[in-house]
């Protein structure tokens, strides 16, 4: 006697019924890079299918964002001026903080979260106030403090610093409730990784460092229980959501987390993920659609509960098609 698990794959019908994890359009968060500029809508080279957009043009990713039944956008700037200690990410009328207003103010309902990192705004790329080839911890924290709040006075719903400074969320915490801002949240990258994946987002922000890496505060891919000590203290600081990232060479990190912590994960499925499979469908090596839904529904199985995402509009319009 032999149990036969095939009864259950029998039809189509049988398999929906059984079917443990469902992807949605709700999962999903779409990034938005806005630059500079008046009447720009430039797809980016090494993200087909994204666009770098001014924010008298940002309505037309709005409007597909809401047809998508997308519930959530992450915004990214593309700022005209870089300085040594990233002031225009900070600035009242810098892109981001102009963007958020827009959006907000285009469509009050969209979730706005904003990437509260330095990089694309310092002159030499890195996520911090360097000292010498060093990025120093606690001056960056005074200035991802002034950025937080300056994207919550904009109208941003929830900030999520990137940069992995320790104590970022804390003070980011701080800030913000003491002006005022205590309902709007904080979504930790909370283990981002050192990762080759990134290469294709550095391109689309102009954020590569200019020497170095940054081995020195994003964590070493090897590492599985420091992700889980990186959480502790975020979710310790007041961090409403964590998140893991990459997403797809991850999974088990997403696992861990989830089975861990009470709270709600979330997944960056990078660039490079977005990237590889954008160039093995041009190839004809695979089938894109097909892949990049096995892709999504893996990191969902693996426990994200919502997954940023370069293809969160065309695979939103798969999933509605089937
Ligand atoms: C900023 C930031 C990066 C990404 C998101 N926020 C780049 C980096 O850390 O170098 C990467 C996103 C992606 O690859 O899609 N620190």
């Given amino acids: 006697m032999y149990r036969r698990h095939r009864r259950l794959r029998k039809t189509s019908a049988i398999r929906d019924l059984v079917r443990e994890t469902i992807l949605s359009p709700k999962d999903f968060v779409y990034p938005i890079f ?7 809508k430039k797809e980016i080279s ?4 994204n666009y770098h957009v001014s924010v008298d043009r ?5 409007k597909e964002v809401l047809e998508c039944g997308i519930k959530g956008v992450i915004i990214f700037g593309l700022p005209s001026h870089k300085d040594e200690c990233g002031s225009s990410a900070f600035a009242e009328n ?22 509260v990192c330095m990089c694309q705004y310092t002159s030499h790329g890195h996520c911090g106030i360097l000292h010498g080839q060093e990025v120093h911890n606690d001056e960056t924290l005074e200035m991802l403090g002034k950025v937080a709040l300056s994207h ?30 205590e309902h709007v949240s904080i979504m930790s990258y909370s283990a981002k990784y050192s990762s080759a994946f990134y290469g294709p987002f550095r391109e689309a922000a102009d954020s590569a460092p200019q020497f170095g890496d940054r081995k020195s505060y994003q964590m070493d891919p090897a590492n599985l229980r420091e992700a889980m000590r990186e959480i502790e203290s975020d979710i310790e600081e007041g961090a409403d959501i964590i998140m893991v990232k990459p997403a797809l060479s991850y999974l088990d990190v997403i696992r861990w987390a989830k089975d861990r912590y009470d709270y709600p994960v979330a997944a960056y499925s990078v660039s ?15 089938n894109e659609k097909a892949i990049a839904l096995e892709m999504l529904l893996s990191i969902k199985r693996a ?6 995402t370069y293809y969160a509009l065309e695979a939103s319009r798969w999933l509605m098609e089937r």
Avoid: C
Avoid at 34 to 40: H, K, R, S, W, Y
Avoid at 154 to 159: L, P
Avoid at 272 to 286: C, H, P, V
């Fill in 303 to 308: 426990g994200a509960d919502m997954i940023i």
């Fill in 152 to 181: 919550a006075k904009a109208g941003a719903d929830m900030v999520a610093p990137s940069d992995m400074m320790d104590g970022r969320v804390a003070v980011i915490r701080d800030v913000l409730d003491q002006n005022g801002y």
């Fill in 58 to 62: 940002v309505h037309e990713i709005v």
């Fill in 46 to 49: 090494s993200l087909p299918g």
């Fill in 272 to 286: 490079g993920e977005f990237s590889m499979i954008k160039a093995g469908a041009k190839l004809g090596y695979i």
């Fill in 34 to 40: 806005v630059i500079e500029g008046e009447n720009v």
């Fill in 94 to 115: 810098g892109i981001v903080q102009k963007a958020v207003r827009k959006v907000k103010e285009l469509s009050p309902e969209i979730w706005v979260i904003t990437d």
